[in-house]
């Protein structure tokens, strides 16, 4: 994937990506995540929203279900909430779960995805209609350039000293959210404006994208990005299985 520093902004451009996929829930479908408002708290808002409309790609399956996913998976060296309860009843913990996932839907909490939660959700693919230019926020150059533009401010807003991975890889949204704000507005050397963010996945594996959906923010008809009807999520799922047993998360 071509990339270069761009002259006008100091942060590394990269182009190329047209297509990836997205895990969402069917009602909402792949291209309408929640609106942010400017001066809300960013604590809830995910990694580079931006106020507006953020929508995040994956490079893979893989990818994207560790995404989703993570927030289900037990903290290191925890047990099981309802352990105990499968112990009392003499049943297998994912028997157990699997035996109370029709009563309690989506609602069996960390280390548990039963599949009313699989129900809900499809594996999109999204193809930007045309190409554009994206910020590679992790290159060398990007993190000098987004130290030079708001170092201060990060400073001042969000007590950091140094901008490093660590940071961009945080919980830390104040801060991120603050990035993708500031790297939003840049106006890029070929008078363009930056489709959004390419990032690694914490997780490993590969890239996610966050995109932003400008168009809709102006109030605007149409999108520069298009998604098929989307697919089920099956038990089965290779890239599904794959995640889960990385994450220790009990699928049925």
């Known amino acids: 994937m071509n990339g270069h520093k761009c002259e006008a902004t100091g942060l590394w451009i990269i182009d190329g990506f047209r297509t990836g996929c997205r895990i969402a829930t069917t009602h909402r479908g792949p291209l309408d995540p929640p609106e942010r408002l400017a001066g809300d708290d960013p604590a809830g808002w995910s990694r580079y929203d931006t106020p507006g409309s953020t929508v995040y790609i994956s490079d893979d399956q893989q990818i994207a279900f560790a995404e989703v996913l993570s927030g289900y998976a037990l903290t290191l060296g925890a047990v099981h909430p309802l352990q105990k309860d499968a112990d009392f009843m003499g049943m297998d ?109 914490k997780h490993g594996g590969g890239d996610c994208w966050a995109y932003w959906l400008r168009r809709r923010d102006d109030g605007l008809e149409g999108e520069e990005m298009a998604s098929n009807d989307g697919a089920p999520i099956h038990l089965h799922n290779p890239a599904l299985k794959t995640v889960s047993r990385r994450f220790g998360i009990k699928v049925w």
């Open 93 to 201: 913990l994912e028997a157990y779960l699997r035996s109370v996932g029709t009563e309690w839907g989506n609602q069996l909490g960390l280390g548990a995805l039963p599949k009313h939660w699989r129900d809900r959700r499809s594996i999109y693919e999204l193809t930007l209609h045309s190409g554009g230019r994206w910020v590679d926020v992790e290159h060398p150059d990007s993190i000098a350039a987004i130290r030079a533009g708001i170092g201060a401010q990060l400073h001042q807003e969000c007590g950091l000293t140094q901008l490093t991975l660590g940071v961009l890889h945080g919980e830390d949204r104040a801060a991120t959210t603050l990035v993708a704000s500031w790297i939003r507005k840049q106006v890029l050397d070929d008078g363009s404006l930056p489709l959004g963010i390419r990032f690694r996945s």
